[in-house]
């Protein structure tokens, strides 16, 4: 039973970085070789900068720890369209199936079919377009359903506000103003 332990030292590693701005925060789920410092909380919202060997990579906006698990929104200067959502998943890449698996996300009644990408440690990504964006600044949930997993379903309290400063990091290279 590894889920429970998981989810508790997950939890602790995000109760640890909302406490003190100063502590780092979730590593990133991807690369190992990318680290994340504390921008701004906005709404409960946890908004961290991204850097690989000291270069801005990008912002994660991640929503406080619900059931479901934690729910990553990069905007990263790699990413094919810019934007993604990060997931927990039960999945790992296959060697046999490779490591695109179709799915859908639905933001309250609206559903958007695509692909996931499938990640080592427990993460699934998916491109987040400009609508889907608008989509979550304006809903109320969002519930992640990918083939082969149990659906994962997010509040989206404080997503505008969130979003808004995600991008305000990224503009700004992950260097707080404030």
């Known amino acids: 039973m590894k889920r429970p332990i ?3 030292a997950t939890a602790a590693l995000f109760c640890a970085a909302l406490a003190s701005p100063q502590a780092p925060a979730f590593a990133d789920p991807t690369d190992p070789a990318i680290s994340s ?3 701004a909380n906005a709404r409960n919202w946890l908004i961290e900068s991204l850097h690989g060997a000291q270069v801005f990579t990008g912002c994660r906006a ?3 720890l619900q059931s479901a698990g934690p729910l990553l929104i990069e905007r990263r200067t790699d990413l094919p369209e810019g934007w993604a959502i990060y997931v927990p998943t ?3 890449p296959s060697p046999v199936f490779g490591s695109a698996v179709p799915g859908r996300v639905i933001v ?3 559903e958007t079919p695509g ?3 499938i990640h080592r440690g427990g993460w699934a990504s998916t491109a987040l377009s400009a609508e889907l964006r608008d989509q979550l600044m304006a809903g109320n949930y969002i519930t992640t359903a990918i ?3 149990d659906e994962r379903q997010w509040i989206l309290n404080g997503s505008t506000a969130a979003l808004e400063t995600l991008e305000e990091c990224y503009a700004q290279n992950g260097i707080a103003w404030r």
Do not use: K, R
């Open 108 to 110: 309250d009644a609206t």
């Open 6 to 8: 998981q989810a508790l």
């Open 115 to 117: 692909d996931y990408q």
């Open 90 to 92: 039960s999945q790992a």
């Open 147 to 149: 083939d082969g997993d």
């Open 37 to 39: 410092d504390f921008y």
């Open 62 to 64: 991640t929503i406080p």
